[in-house]
């Protein structure tokens, strides 16, 4: 990874009452493939929309290779955007969608007409030069939208939940894609989702952002085994979150009633704390083997594991499991120290219904 | 700036729009005749105005036709959209392209066919004669108001209905005639808009035996201005404004959709517009 | 259910009114009855080329194009700031843009005559301030303005329809992509409201050339229009044979703005749309 591209400072919108971005700090590392993650409200578009260009910041910064840019126009700008829906110019055809950034920029036309088919053939568009753009699919178009924006040899390329609209087969075909041209192109993408998956497989970078605020920045691995706290655990893959857990002591702490060995440290001594265990890290066991038990209230077939409910003293763990249980029997639950993430404790955020299941 | 100079702008257009209609009111008022001179406020031209017999009666015709014409092709309209649409499609498109001929034809064409056909079958052109026509041109409006209704309804309560028991006109009345409703309106609303509105078709087809409101400022106002037409105007400028609103709080308190009220005014408008004026396919 | 015969009384009425007069222009157009038999004959048709009446289908084609162009010119920048999201209270602008169309159009025609006449409010300030009377009424100036005064909201209205439905994010992609203000709105905006702008001439175009009302009140009849010599075959001359070849005349034009706007214009502003 190379050196900073972009660098936010400090950044704040607001919409009226609505606090957009409440202080924001990040910086874009040149080429890689930086992801924004969030539910929608987040604050994770208006920040793309900042660096764009298409909002100004009520406060902060915002760098380009160090030069602050927060008054350069978005038409000046050395980023280019995939629009969340694909925003093609309705009345030109896909040839002219895509010649459109080098017709500006008055380079002559037998450049662009090689340009034009070269990044056409990136996106597997080869031919399509002349056809309409209201006839192609939602994942031509897109297609169409991103070659409009390669075409510029953009510094950055953003990227706006430019999957949303397509069907979840293109989407993931769709995935491959983007990161292959990533690679191919080599230039710096920032990408806007709300789909947790999507930015887990695409990302260098994954920042997880709510009510305006950064969460946490890491590799999505990290993101994934150290949430560094109960929200991006709930929004990233699936969780047992235990808010009524406490700390006895260092690398000793009490879930659902009894006292289990983890490897964390440094939190006191009889502290509240969320602890987040991965349902995959749940292993049931006899009961006489556990000193938690609980009794299974739910089994559900789900294709490569048994999602199961267990039903412990003060809590409803979530397993996954390749073998079954049966309903009403009493199990013994235990995790290895290591699968045990504990974290400050605070009040969770849940995103509302709507939120969370909007694709 | 940029923003001050925006609003400079449609101040000005409406400035432009709203400038003669205000001089107009305000001169309804004028105790004297004598046009541009302000000699004070007085309600003169309010008291000549319900003492003329001539403009009593017109105001009377116009009504009357207004009411008859529009509630004759109300039912007229109703029942025609509704038969249209079990028709075959080839015979359903000659319906309604010949339908849609008095809404884009110039209303001078309209008047002019019609008062050629009264007197080629004979009908004396006056009251009877202009109501015809009125029914003629208002019937297209209602049609058009109450086909889309008709595209949306939803069949299987009617056949619920006659599952349960209802006979098939009990059955249309308690179940499609409700969803049609709203179409209905408006197609009724806009009718006797027009209708009042009228004028060309109007002087077409009373060969001057009839006026309505319209015809009798056309007349007077071919001699000049006349401060009873001033007085008229603003009377008429004050229903209709009055009738817009009613129009519109009915359709705001009766919308489910809040964020669509804004503008229903507008959306009318529109509406009207779209019916009114020339295209269609 | 068999409602099909809900339709045969406006079938029958549709067929008396409407296709019955629709005949009778074609048959009154086409036919002399001069010698007390019905034959056919064109020669009202090419009346119509005598170059009296090919002067005021002249006079109509050019009085209505300079009325829509100047609706337009007036129209475009106040559909755009109406449609404009930065620009506040613009659904009370636009009805109030709207609203005098509801007043009758006679009444908005006639509301001139107190400020244009020779004794008018603008000539009695024009004398005021000592520039002296000048002739505002009985010339094409009184009767385009008419025209515009009448047609200017069927001009903005199909445009700001328009321009409120473009995607701000093609807008802000033309952006993105390097174009400027003016290039966006040249390569942009503009193409995209051409369906407004087509509806929008036409709606003002078509009523511009077919009136009588205010050709005959702003000139005082000074300003011979088709409208015009339509009404004075009917009223005063009864030679109805020309009128309706005029009439035909209309017609046709109506028909060919229809394929016109049915190609180029904004289908959901065309009563079409509806259905």
């Known amino acids: 990874m190379g050196k900073k591209i972009i660098e936010l400072k400090n950044i704040y919108k607001r919409f009226g009452d609505f606090t957009a971005i409440d202080g924001i700090n990040l910086y874009i590392n040149e080429g890689e493939f930086l992801t924004l993650l969030g539910p929608s409200g987040c604050g994770k578009t208006t920040t793309l929309r900042i660096i764009g260009g298409f909002e100004q910041p009520d406060e902060g910064d915002v760098l380009f290779e160090g030069v602050r840019i927060n008054d350069v126009p978005a038409h000046k700008r050395p980023l280019n955007t995939v629009f969340q829906k694909y925003a093609l110019f309705p009345h030109l055809t896909v040839g002219e969608n895509v010649a459109f950034g080098p017709t500006i920029r008055k380079i002559s036309p037998d450049i662009i007409q090689k340009d034009v088919k070269k990044y056409l053939e990136i996106v597997n568009l080869e031919g399509y030069e002349d056809r309409d753009v209201s006839t192609l699919s939602g994942g031509q178009q897109q297609r169409v939208a991103i070659a409009r924006a390669l075409i510029n040899k953009p510094r950055v390329l953003l990227l706006d939940e430019p999957l949303g609209a397509l069907d979840l087969k293109l989407r993931k075909d769709m995935q491959d894609e983007l990161k292959t041209m990533h690679k191919d192109v080599g230039i710096t993408f920032v990408y806007v989702t709300h789909d947790q998956e999507e930015a887990l497989t695409l990302s260098d970078t994954v920042v997880v952002m709510n009510n305006g605020r950064i969460l946490q920045i890491g590799t999505p691995v990290d993101i994934y085994n150290e949430p560094n706290n109960a929200f991006v655990a709930y929004f990233i893959g699936e969780s047992n979150i235990i808010h009524n857990s406490i700390m006895v002591k ?3 702490v009490n879930i659902d009633g009894v006292d289990f060995n983890c490897v964390d440290t440094g939190f006191g001594q009889n502290t509240p704390v969320d602890v987040v265990v991965r349902p995959e890290d749940v292993v049931l066991v006899p009961a006489d083997k556990a000193d938690l038990k609980g009794i299974v209230t739910l089994v559900t077939f789900k294709g490569v594991h048994y999602e199961i409910w267990v039903e412990g003293p003060t809590f409803e763990w979530k397993v996954h499991s390749t073998l079954p249980q049966t309903v009403g029997d009493e199990l013994g639950i235990t995790v290895d120290p290591y699968n045990i993430h504990v974290m400050k404790h605070e009040p969770l955020e849940i995103p509302s219904e709507e939120t969370a299941v909007e694709v | 700036m940029k923003k001050l100079l925006k609003k400079l702008y449609i101040f000005l257009i409406l400035l432009f729009l709203y400038a003669p209609i205000i001089v107009l009111i305000v001169y309804s008022f004028n105790a004297s005749k004598s046009r541009a001179v302000w000699q004070g406020f007085s309600l003169t031209w309010y008291q000549q105005l319900f003492t003329d017999s001539k403009i009593l009666s017109a105001l009377e015709t116009t009504f009357l036709i207004a009411l008859i014409a529009s509630v004759v092709a109300t039912v007229l309209g109703t029942f025609a959209a509704m038969g249209m649409m079990k028709m075959k499609k080839k015979t359903f498109e000659t319906v309604r392209t010949i339908t849609y001929i008095p809404v884009l034809n110039p209303d001078i064409v309209t008047g002019v066919s019609l008062m050629m056909l009264f007197a080629f079958i004979g009908i004396e052109l006056g009251f009877v004669s202009m109501l015809l026509a009125h029914i003629t041109f208002c019937t297209p409006y209602v049609i058009i108001s109450v086909l889309p209704k008709l595209y949306q309804l939803d069949m299987s309560v009617y056949e619920a209905a006659q599952d349960l028991g209802a006979k098939p006109f009990y059955a249309l009345r308690k179940t499609i005639i409700p969803q049609l409703m709203p179409g209905i309106v408006t197609g009724f609303l806009l009718s006797f808009t027009l209708s009042v509105d009228d004028f060309v078709i109007s002087y077409f087809t009373t060969g001057g035996h009839v006026e309505n409101l319209s015809m009798i400022v056309f007349s007077m106002a071919r001699k000049g201005v006349n401060p009873k037409i001033n ?51 | ?66 009325a829509t162009l100047v609706c337009f010119v007036m129209g475009y920048p106040a559909a755009m700031i109406l449609a404009s999201k930065d620009f506040s209270q613009k659904n009370t602008m636009l009805i109030l843009i709207v609203l005098p169309m509801w007043m009758n159009f006679l009444l908005r025609t006639y509301s001139w ?90 709606m003002t175009f078509m009523p511009a050339l077919s009136t009588f009302v205010i050709s005959r009140l702003l000139s005082g009849g000074k300003i011979t229009l088709i409208g015009n010599i339509i009404e004075q075959q009917f009223t005063i001359t009864g030679d109805w044979g020309l009128g309706s070849a005029l009439s035909l005349l209309l017609m046709v034009l109506i028909f060919i703005s229809m394929i016109f706007i049915n190609k180029y214009g904004d289908e959901s502003v065309g009563a079409g749309g509806l259905l």
């Open chain 3, 1 to 66: 259910m068999s409602k099909r015969r809900f339709a045969f009384p406006y079938l029958i009425w549709m067929t008396i009114f409407i296709v019955v007069p629709l005949f009778l222009i074609f048959f009154y157009a086409f036919t002399d009855n001069a010698s007390g038999k019905t034959l056919f004959t064109l020669e009202h048709v090419k009346a119509i080329f005598q170059p009296l009446y090919l002067k005021v289908i002249g006079r109509s084609f050019y009085m209505s194009l300079i």
């Open chain 1, 250 to 252: 260092d690398k000793l």
């Open chain 2, 231 to 281: 007085a008229v105007s603003a009377l008429l400028f004050v229903t209709v404004m009055i009738l817009l609103l009613i129009v519109n709080k009915r359709e705001l308190s009766s919308k489910k959709h809040a964020a669509k009220n804004k503008d229903t005014l507008l959306n009318r408008e529109k509406q009207i517009i779209k019916y009114r004026r020339n295209e269609g396919k």
């Open chain 3, 113 to 202: 005559l107190s400020l244009l006449e020779n004794e008018g409010l603008i000539n009695r300030f024009l004398v005021s301030i000592g520039l002296g009377q000048v002739q505002l009424m009985y010339n094409n100036f009184a009767v385009i303005l008419g025209m515009v005064y009448n047609f200017l909201p069927f001009m903005i209205l199909p445009i700001y329809s328009v321009l409120v439905k473009i995607d701000k994010s093609v807008v802000e992609a033309a952006k993105d992509l390097g174009a400027n203000g003016a290039r966006v709105f040249l390569r942009i905006i503009f193409p995209l409201s051409m369906p407004g702008v087509v509806s929008g001439i036409t």
